[in-house]
């Protein structure tokens, strides 16, 4: 895949922003489409699928679980 993708989970990266979020949806996108910016006429659906990749991220990385590490219980 991309090398410049960089693994986002614990214990390679203590916390992920929605910056580094984006920015790794951004380049799969990239990568995917084969366009590092696309024309004017599919620029929509390139941002597009850079939400929908950005969303899926956040959702992966919000319900993965760690071995060593416990859950974070909500109080």
Do not use: W
Not at 12 to 38: C, H, M, N, W
Not at 39 to 58: I, M, P, R, W
């Amino acid at each position: 895949m991309c090398r410049s993708i960089k693994t986002l989970r614990e214990p390679y990266v203590p916390t992920v922003t929605s910056a580094d979020i984006e920015a790794a949806a951004l380049q799969y996108v990239r990568k995917v489409s084969g366009f590092r910016a696309p024309a004017a006429h599919n620029a929509a659906a390139f941002e597009a699928a850079v939400s929908a990749v950005t969303a899926a991220t956040a959702t992966l990385l919000d319900q993965l679980q760690v071995r060593g590490t416990r859950p974070t219980v909500a109080p």
